[in-house]
């Protein structure tokens, strides 16, 4: 079991890759499309702009490499931004594209949120699965936890049903987990929300081991 | 939303230390012994202040950075001593999740909307050191509390509410260390101008303080220091025998320093808290 850890210079890779190392996921930080060929799963970690992100994935070949190994079946994890990255297109600083693996919208808090309301959402939110969710892999590892955010821009995915656990924000209830086959996207940090979050990293690792 | 319970560690070397009003440091021990503690502990969150960077123009955190960072699945955020985008490269690279940066920002105030280009405005904090002068008027100190710049605190948090930051980190000088309570005042003042992630620090001394702090103002979460690091001297048992014992010894005996301070573990004040009807993650 080989995971590969998207080095695209957009944060937190150093803790993503502690935590994987924690629960046994033997990761890698790939520099090039070989590691992430090689490897069993894929995370495409991220803070930072959406459109700019994009870019340097595109610049590095990142983007043809990630493409061609989730076409294969093979798990993509994003985590915050690299989860954003999974839909199709953001409104953080003008319109840009993303890869468009699940369909939808990634979304500012300040336009849905009332002026005094604090963003960006940072701290420890609750976590809860959707009927959806129930049913998926997490479904023995999350039961209205807390975990960990910081984000300004929310995912807003097309279908329901690829919504797999919703959080409240000030009484905006927006998707912190999105899936679709093979793909897998967390908005909060689970490398940095305690032994809730790394039993995230474990049931990845059951999952796809 | 929880209201975040914040454990700051003021660093010097690799050794966590404490003052009253930021000065009179003593050394408590290994800086990353206490951040495990504090972690396993349930702590929302880590804030690491190099408490000399600012005064000596080096940054010598890194280590203890990389060594927490390994063994820590909570946030961590860096501050002290950081004054150029390289500088919070650095420390990102090291591990850290936010950096807070005081001095350079009031220096240069367009280094802040360089930094928030740069890394996405919610890596980003904004670390503001207060002081009362004598009418009664709270400005902004640089270099660890050193230098007043006369910049009105108020006036400060109205341009980086335009400049836009991931959260403001607020510390209070006249209270710092003391444990006689937050400065509530200026806590509603600053909480009712900006809407952005306030966490707010400088003299809590009993758990009263705390649920004060989280109750009185809309605040993000509480900076905790002297409180929970006069408990975790006398429970970590690795501390024995050591450094930190003596450093206790010294702190118990200086009265001033101590009869107004109540210690308590995080995992006790936030089980105080929830009594209190304030959720927080055990």
């Given at each position: 079991m080989k995971?590969a850890?998207?080095?695209?210079e957009?944060g937190n890779?150093?803790s993503?890759?502690?935590a994987?190392?924690?629960v046994g996921?033997?990761?890698?930080?790939?520099?090039?499309?070989?590691?992430?060929?090689?490897a069993?799963i894929?995370?495409?970690?991220?803070v930072?702009?959406?459109?700019?992100?994009m870019?340097?994935?595109?610049?590095r070949?990142?983007?043809?490499d990630?493409?061609?190994?989730v076409?294969?079946?093979?798990?993509?994890?994003?985590?915050?931004l690299?989860m954003?990255?999974m839909l199709?297109?953001?409104?953080e600083l003008g319109?840009?594209k993303?890869?468009?693996?699940?369909s939808?919208?990634?979304k500012?808090?300040?336009n849905v949120l009332d002026?005094?309301?604090?963003v960006?959402?940072v701290?420890?939110?609750?976590?809860t699965l959707?009927?959806?969710g129930s049913?998926s892999?997490?479904s023995h590892?999350i039961?209205s936890?807390?975990m960990?955010?910081?984000?300004s821009f929310y995912?807003q995915p097309?279908?329901?049903?690829h919504?797999?656990a919703h959080?409240?924000?000030?009484?905006?209830q927006?998707s912190?987990i999105i899936?679709k086959d093979?793909?897998?996207?967390i908005?909060?940090?689970?490398e940095?929300s305690?032994d809730?979050g790394l039993?995230?990293f474990?049931t990845?690792k059951n999952?796809?081991? | 939303m929880?209201?975040?319970i914040v454990?700051?560690?003021d660093i010097k070397?690799?050794?966590?230390?404490?003052?009253?009003h930021?000065e009179?440091l003593k050394?408590?021990?290994p800086a990353?012994t206490?951040a495990?503690?504090?972690?396993?502990?349930?702590?929302?969150?880590?804030?690491f202040?190099d408490?000399?960077?600012?005064?000596y123009?080096?940054?010598?955190?890194?280590e203890v950075?990389e060594?927490?960072?390994?063994?820590i699945f909570?946030p961590l955020?860096v501050g002290g001593?950081?004054?150029?985008?390289?500088?919070?490269?650095n420390v990102?690279?090291?591990?850290?999740?936010?950096?807070?940066?005081n001095?350079e920002?009031?220096?240069?105030?367009?280094?802040?909307e360089?930094?928030?280009?740069?890394?996405?405005?919610?890596?980003?904090c904004v670390?503001?050191?207060?002081k009362r002068n004598l009418q009664g008027?709270?400005?902004?100190y640089?270099n660890?509390?050193?230098d007043?710049?006369r910049k009105?605190?108020?006036?400060?948090v109205?341009?980086?509410n335009n400049a836009?930051a991931?959260?403001?980190?607020?510390?209070?000088?006249d209270?710092?260390?003391?444990?006689?309570?937050?400065?509530?005042?200026l806590?509603?003042?600053i909480s009712e101008i900006?809407?952005?992630?306030l966490?707010?620090?400088?003299?809590?001394g009993n758990i009263?303080?705390?649920e004060?702090?989280?109750?009185?103002?809309q605040v993000?979460?509480?900076s905790?220091?002297s409180?929970?690091?006069?408990?975790?001297?006398?429970n970590?048992?690795?501390l024995?025998?050591?450094?930190a014992?003596?450093?206790?010894f010294t702190?118990?005996?200086?009265?001033k320093s101590f009869?107004?301070?109540?210690p308590?573990?995080?995992?006790e004040i936030?089980?105080?808290?929830i009594?209190?009807g304030?959720?927080?993650?055990?």
């Amino acid at each position: 079991m080989k995971t590969a850890i998207v080095n695209y210079e957009a944060g937190n890779l150093f803790s993503v890759f502690h935590a994987c190392k924690n629960v046994g996921l033997n990761p890698l930080i790939a520099d090039d499309g070989q590691t992430l060929d090689d490897a069993d799963i894929v995370i495409l970690p991220g803070v930072g702009a959406y459109g700019s992100a994009m870019n340097v994935l595109q610049e590095r070949g990142f983007d043809e490499d990630i493409i061609r190994n989730v076409e294969k079946g093979k798990p993509l994890i994003g985590i915050c931004l690299g989860m954003q990255l999974m839909l199709s297109e953001s409104e953080e600083l003008g319109v840009n594209k993303g890869f468009g693996f699940i369909s939808g919208r990634v979304k500012s808090f300040r336009n849905v949120l009332d002026s005094a309301v604090r963003v960006p959402h940072v701290g420890w939110n609750n976590v809860t699965l959707t009927p959806q969710g129930s049913e998926s892999l997490f479904s023995h590892t999350i039961d209205s936890d807390y975990m960990y955010f910081v984000h300004s821009f929310y995912a807003q995915p097309d279908k329901s049903e690829h919504s797999l656990a919703h959080t409240s924000y000030e009484d905006f209830q927006f998707s912190s987990i999105i899936g679709k086959d093979n793909l897998l996207g967390i908005q909060f940090h689970p490398e940095r929300s305690g032994d809730k979050g790394l039993n995230i990293f474990r049931t990845i690792k059951n999952t796809f081991s | 939303m929880l209201p975040r319970i914040v454990a700051r560690l003021d660093i010097k070397g690799n050794q966590l230390c404490k003052g009253i009003h930021l000065e009179g440091l003593k050394y408590l021990g290994p800086a990353s012994t206490f951040a495990k503690h504090y972690y396993e502990e349930k702590a929302d969150e880590l804030l690491f202040m190099d408490c000399v960077a600012s005064l000596y123009q080096r940054n010598s955190l890194y280590e203890v950075i990389e060594e927490t960072a390994k063994n820590i699945f909570i946030p961590l955020t860096v501050g002290g001593g950081i004054r150029s985008i390289a500088d919070i490269q650095n420390v990102l690279n090291a591990g850290a999740d936010k950096v807070a940066i005081n001095t350079e920002f009031l220096k240069r105030p367009e280094f802040l909307e360089e930094a928030i280009t740069h890394f996405g405005a919610s890596t980003i904090c904004v670390s503001i050191v207060t002081k009362r002068n004598l009418q009664g008027q709270s400005t902004c100190y640089i270099n660890n509390g050193r230098d007043n710049t006369r910049k009105d605190a108020l006036e400060w948090v109205n341009e980086i509410n335009n400049a836009g930051a991931g959260e403001i980190i607020l510390t209070s000088i006249d209270q710092e260390g003391t444990g006689l309570g937050y400065d509530m005042d200026l806590i509603k003042q600053i909480s009712e101008i900006t809407n952005i992630p306030l966490i707010v620090g400088g003299g809590a001394g009993n758990i009263n303080h705390i649920e004060e702090g989280i109750k009185g103002a809309q605040v993000s979460g509480v900076s905790l220091a002297s409180i929970i690091h006069y408990d975790a001297i006398k429970n970590i048992p690795e501390l024995e025998s050591t450094q930190a014992q003596e450093s206790s010894f010294t702190i118990l005996n200086e009265k001033k320093s101590f009869d107004k301070i109540e210690p308590a573990s995080i995992l006790e004040i936030k089980n105080q808290l929830i009594k209190q009807g304030i959720i927080c993650r055990t």
